[in-house]
């Protein structure tokens, strides 16, 4: 039996909690881990270091709760979706009624760029959905942006307070948001002329692109292997579901390589895509894998057709559209 | 990949797909000097006439004829030209030959073969192929080498991509991948290098299809040393091998693309280890 603001909810219970003070996250944030162990549900903590520390000093060594390192969970939308799919199918198989998460997700206030969380908040309400999670995204208001606050209060149908829970009249349904979601922005090097274009590319070419590139700059080399896996993946799904002429564009920088593929076809139907990995969708596996191991990965349909954006290395917060 | 026939030792198989017939002599007389020089007995295969004038320009040539050591063939001769070849067969008869090489007091059996008209339908090339992977075997552990010519023009890309990507060596275009037994049998039982990309997306999975390996101890191990980069599709068809094999496929390599695609893809019955 599921506990809490939760019992007898279907599937995942997804929160947005807003605080404007450590006092304020502790009051939402604690009761809700407190009841969890309580009930013996399993509780888990995936938080950045600050709120994390702010719960070890207010709970102690609580028996029961499960400390994640956060910055290893959400390094990346589809991953943090892999990983928590198999630590929830694993509590599920142990016999788990709910599963109580409380997760810091990542946003320029922290460092990190937006856009494609803004995917992840929206579609973990379908990917987490045949579990019984509940999960709770706390957001600073003393640092979240306001437009991803505004993100927020759309992906998340129900609100934590410290005064309770309930559902949010803000919330959109996963689908309409990210087919209205505008296109991500462009990364700070794309400001200067691409160091490559290639007009009509090859999975060949645009490997040996990011190897030549990748011989001038800082990034690491599993990253760059990431990448050469990931531009490779992107041309084989241009030249399969997209149309012809597949170009590519990279920039090169210190600290990242930026490569943006191109064809003139419409781009993936699944609003999900990259995020889930979707066997039966046109080039949703290879969209998917490209997710896991980029640093950042944007998509976007214009009117000359499809773009997928991919970034090894540290990527820069994005220029505003 | 190579760019002549020079060079080649007594376990080499080498596919050369070759746009007009003065490329294809030129090849076959560079295989068959050396193999001379190397006291192999050199056995000619091609179709028609053309071999006794392929072959006159060689130094001592009536006398190798004369005393065994070249050994001029027709295709129908050798195989079953025609029909579908039979790869066991195939095999045999060559091992034979071989022997009898040896017998004879050659090095082994060298051999030049333009079997073009030999894979001219989807079965026969099917069972071609089948038979390249199969000779190749042999090959590995006996004096037996090759020289398979192939004309572009007449079968072209996509034929000569699934037959040159089942010979150890192959000239520049022919394939972008190889897939062949292992010539170091601590290293694995087959060895598996160059690029498997969109490109091959087709022709890879009929390759694992036609080598049909067996695997040892419920492992099938492959020296994949000389992979330089493999995409998902291609590890996902390596994973049906392992489930046909109802064995777990090692890939022995240094690189680090199979691993990373192994635990995103959550592969059971693929393993990637570096090389011993």
Redesign the interface.
Same mark, same amino acid.
């Given at each position: 039996m599921r506990t809490g603001a939760a019992a007898g909810h279907q599937g995942y219970f997804h929160e947005a909690a807003l605080y404007g003070s450590d006092d304020e996250f502790l009051a939402i944030v604690v009761p809700f881990l407190e009841d969890g162990l309580k009930a013996g549900e399993p509780t888990l903590v995936v938080l950045d270091e600050p709120n994390e520390k702010l719960i070890r000093g207010a709970m102690g060594r609580a028996a029961g709760l499960s400390f994640l390192n956060g910055a290893a969970q959400y390094a990346r939308p589809a991953s943090a979706i &892999?990983k928590q799919r198999s630590m929830l199918a694993s509590h599920v198989a142990d016999g788990a009624a709910q599963i109580r998460v409380v997760g810091d997700v990542p946003h320029p206030g922290t460092g990190v760029c937006w856009d494609w969380w803004a995917r992840y908040e929206a579609a973990v309400n379908h990917a987490y959905d045949d579990f019984p999670l509940w999960g709770m995204c706390p957001y600073d208001t003393r640092t979240t942006p306001d437009d991803v606050l505004a993100d927020v209060a759309r992906t998340h149908p129900r609100i934590a307070s410290a005064a309770g829970h309930h559902s949010n009249d803000g919330f959109e349904d996963p689908i309409g948001f990210l087919a209205r979601l505008g296109p991500a922005g462009p990364d700070p090097l794309e400001l200067a002329p691409p160091s490559v274009e290639l007009k009509s590319c090859?999975? /060949?070419a645009a &490997?040996e692109a990011v190897l030549r590139a990748a011989a001038g700059s800082d990034v690491p080399a /599993?990253e760059v292997?990431?990448l +050469? $896996?990931a531009v490779?993946?992107a041309?084989?799904n241009a030249? &399969?579901h997209g149309k012809p002429s597949v170009r590519l564009r990279l920039w090169a920088g210190w600290e990242r390589l930026v490569v943006t593929v191109a064809d003139r076809g419409r781009g993936p139907a699944d609003p999900f895509a990259g995020l889930v990995p979707a066997r039966n969708s046109p080039g949703g +596996?290879?969209l998917w $894998?490209i997710h896991? $191991?980029c640093a950042r990965v944007t998509m976007c349909v214009g009117e000359d057709g499809f773009t997928i954006r991919m970034v090894a290395g540290k990527p820069g917060l994005p220029l505003t559209l | 990949m190579v760019v002549t026939a020079v060079g080649l030792g007594p376990h080499d198989h080498l596919c050369w797909a070759y746009d007009d017939a003065a490329e294809f002599r030129d090849r076959a007389i560079e295989f068959v000097t050396e193999g001379l020089a190397g006291g192999y007995r050199i056995c000619y295969v091609v179709d028609g006439e053309s071999a006794r004038a392929d072959l006159a320009g060689l130094e001592g040539i009536q006398d190798a004829i004369h005393r065994g050591a070249v050994q001029i063939d027709s295709l129908a001769e050798r195989y079953t030209a025609g029909n579908v070849i039979d790869p066991e067969r195939q095999v045999e008869a060559y091992a034979v030959a071989t022997e009898s090489a040896l017998a004879a007091g050659f090095a082994g059996l060298r051999v030049v073969a333009d079997a073009t008209h030999l894979v001219g339908s989807a079965e026969q090339l099917d069972a071609f192929a089948r038979y390249e992977s199969l000779v190749d075997r042999y090959m590995a552990g006996n004096p037996f080498s090759a020289l398979c010519a192939y004309d572009r023009a007449e079968l072209g890309d996509h034929a000569i991509a699934q037959l040159a990507c089942l010979h150890p060596n192959a000239n520049s275009g022919a394939t972008p991948f190889h897939l062949h037994s292992s010539r170091d049998a601590d290293a694995g039982e087959l060895e598996l290098s160059g690029a498997l990309d969109m490109v091959s997306h087709e022709v890879f999975p009929l390759a694992l299809l036609r080598t049909d390996p067996r695997p040892i101890g419920g492992e099938l191990v492959i020296d994949a040393t000389g992979l330089d980069f493999v995409d998902h599709n291609s590890m996902l068809a390596i994973s049906e091998l392992a489930g046909r094999s109802q064995a777990t496929v090692v890939l022995r390599t240094s690189g680090p693309m199979p691993a990373r695609l192994i635990e995103i893809l959550g592969l059971c019955n693929v393993r990637a280890e570096p090389p011993g």
């Open positions: &892999r090859t999975p /060949a &490997r /599993a292997d990431d +050469l $896996i490779s993946e041309v084989a030249h &399969r +596996l290879g $894998i896991q $191991i | -």
